[in-house]
C-alpha cells in the first residue's frame, strides 16, 4: 500500500476515533509529510518497502539538516506510531521502526518565572494596555489555573464555575478535566467579567478588544510582549506560566499526583521533570545562602 494513503487512513484514525486535538493532529501530518517526502524522493512509494536501514538514513538527513535533537525525536515517535498503526493492521508484516532509539539527548529544564514578575507584568498592563482586565485574565488563568493555551482559548461561559471556585478543562486527547481557581484568581476573572458584561453560556469565556474568541497566537503575542517588558527570561511564550505554576505548586510541598491531574498530564514522568527545577531551585538557594555551600 502507498505511504501517503496509509498516513491519510492512520490521521483519520487519530482524528475520528482516538479524538487527538486539531493541534496534535496537523502536527502528526507535518512531520509524516517530510517523512513522505523523503521517500518518494527515493522511490520508497510503498511503505512495505521501507526498511529499518532507510529511516536510519531519514534520521541521518535530519541530522545532516541541523535539526536539533528534540525535533528528531519527535518525527521519528510520529514515524514509529505510523509504522505501530501499519503492523496492527496487517497492512505490513514487519515493523521496521521498532528497534530504533532515540538519539540522546541533554534533558532540558523548563525555565521559570516568580510570582513577583507576573504581578510587574499586570502594573504595566494598567498603565500602558487599552484592555488591562484582558491582560490579566490571560496570564491568570495560564499560571493561576496551570492551563494550555489551547485550553485558554476554547472556554466558554459555562466552563467557569465561580462559585465552587473551579474551571472545566478540554484537554490533549478530548479529555475534560476539573481545575481548582485561587481566590485571587477569582477575584481577577470577576473583575473582567465585569468589564466584558453579559455572556451566554455558550459564548467563549475570553475574546480579543475586536470581540472574536481569543486564538493562540493573539495569546502568545500578549504575553511574550509584557513579559519581555519585566522579565529577562530566555523563553517568553505562555508556556513558561505554567511551567511556573507547576514548579511553584511543588516549591510549596504540593503532592506530584495532585500536580499531574491540575496539569492533565497522561503519565506521572512527564509531571517529574517539575521535581527536577524544584531540586534546582533549592540547590541555586543553598549556594548563595548557605555558609557551608
Same mark, same amino acid.
Given at each position: 500500500m502507498e505511504i501517503r494513503k496509509v498516513s491519510k487512513l492512520y490521521l483519520s484514525e487519530l482524528q475520528n476515533i482516538k479524538r487527538y486535538s486539531w493541534n496534535t493532529i496537523k502536527s502528526y501530518e507535518t512531520d509524516m509529510e517530510d517523512f513522505i517526502l523523503y521517500c518518494v524522493n527515493y522511490s520508497r512509494n510503498e511503505i512495505e518497502s521501507i526498511s529499518e536501514k532507510f529511516?536510519?538514513?531519514?534520521?541521518?538527513?535530519?541530522?545532516?539538516?541541523?535539526?536539533?535533537? +528534540? /525535533?528528531?525525536?519527535?518525527?521519528?515517535?510520529?514515524?514509529? /506510531?505510523?509504522? =505501530?498503526?501499519?503492523? &496492527?493492521?496487517?497492512?505490513? !508484516?514487519?515493523? @521496521?521502526? #521498532?528497534?530504533?532509539?532515540?538519539? +540522546? #539527548?541533554?534533558?532540558?529544564?523548563?525555565?521559570?518565572?516568580?510570582?513577583?514578575?507576573?504581578?510587574?507584568?499586570?502594573?504595566?498592563?494598567? !498603565?500602558?494596555?487599552?484592555?488591562?482586565?484582558?491582560?490579566?485574565?490571560?496570564?491568570?488563568?495560564?499560571?493561576?489555573?496551570?492551563?494550555?493555551? /489551547?485550553?485558554?482559548?476554547?472556554?466558554?461561559?459555562?466552563?467557569?464555575?465561580?462559585?465552587? &471556585? #473551579?474551571? +472545566?478543562?478540554?484537554? +490533549?486527547?478530548?479529555?475534560?478535566?476539573?481545575? @481548582?481557581?485561587?481566590? &485571587?484568581?477569582?477575584?481577577?476573572?470577576?473583575?473582567?467579567?465585569?468589564?466584558?458584561? /453579559?455572556? !451566554?453560556? =455558550?459564548? @467563549?469565556?475570553?475574546? #480579543?478588544?475586536?470581540?472574536?474568541?481569543?486564538?493562540?497566537?493573539?495569546?502568545?503575542?500578549?504575553?511574550?510582549?509584557?513579559l519581555s517588558i519585566v522579565s529577562d527570561a530566555k523563553k517568553k511564550s505562555p508556556h513558561v506560566l505554567r511551567h511556573s505554576a507547576a514548579t511553584h505548586m511543588l516549591d510549596n510541598g504540593a503532592d506530584l499526583r495532585a500536580v499531574k491531574e491540575i496539569l492533565g498530564h497522561e503519565n506521572l514522568s512527564t509531571t517529574q521533570i517539575y521535581t527536577h527545577v524544584s531540586i534546582e531551585r533549592l540547590k541555586s538557594t543553598y549556594k548563595k545562602s548557605h555558609p557551608k555551600s
Amino acid at each position: 500500500m502507498e505511504i501517503r494513503k496509509v498516513s491519510k487512513l492512520y490521521l483519520s484514525e487519530l482524528q475520528n476515533i482516538k479524538r487527538y486535538s486539531w493541534n496534535t493532529i496537523k502536527s502528526y501530518e507535518t512531520d509524516m509529510e517530510d517523512f513522505i517526502l523523503y521517500c518518494v524522493n527515493y522511490s520508497r512509494n510503498e511503505i512495505e518497502s521501507i526498511s529499518e536501514k532507510f529511516i536510519k538514513s531519514y534520521l541521518a538527513h535530519l541530522n545532516e539538516k541541523d535539526l536539533n535533537k +528534540k /525535533s528528531i525525536s519527535r518525527k521519528l515517535a510520529v514515524i514509529r /506510531s505510523l509504522f =505501530k498503526y501499519s503492523f &496492527q493492521r496487517d497492512i505490513i !508484516k514487519i515493523n @521496521p521502526s #521498532t528497534d530504533i532509539h532515540n538519539p +540522546k #539527548t541533554k534533558r532540558e529544564l523548563p525555565e521559570v518565572i516568580s510570582t513577583e514578575v507576573i504581578l510587574s507584568a499586570y502594573r504595566e498592563a494598567e !498603565k500602558n494596555d487599552e484592555y488591562p482586565e484582558l491582560v490579566k485574565v490571560m496570564f491568570e488563568l495560564l499560571y493561576g489555573c496551570a492551563i494550555r493555551v /489551547s485550553e485558554l482559548c476554547g472556554l466558554n461561559r459555562e466552563d467557569l464555575d465561580l462559585s465552587g &471556585q #473551579t474551571l +472545566k478543562v478540554l484537554g +490533549k486527547g478530548n479529555k475534560n478535566r476539573i481545575v @481548582p481557581i485561587g481566590n &485571587q484568581s477569582i477575584q481577577i476573572i470577576v473583575n473582567y467579567l465585569a468589564v466584558r458584561g /453579559s455572556i !451566554k453560556r =455558550k459564548e @467563549p469565556l475570553i475574546i #480579543t478588544g475586536t470581540g472574536r474568541r481569543i486564538y493562540p497566537r493573539f495569546v502568545y503575542r500578549i504575553i511574550n510582549k509584557y513579559l519581555s517588558i519585566v522579565s529577562d527570561a530566555k523563553k517568553k511564550s505562555p508556556h513558561v506560566l505554567r511551567h511556573s505554576a507547576a514548579t511553584h505548586m511543588l516549591d510549596n510541598g504540593a503532592d506530584l499526583r495532585a500536580v499531574k491531574e491540575i496539569l492533565g498530564h497522561e503519565n506521572l514522568s512527564t509531571t517529574q521533570i517539575y521535581t527536577h527545577v524544584s531540586i534546582e531551585r533549592l540547590k541555586s538557594t543553598y549556594k548563595k545562602s548557605h555558609p557551608k555551600s
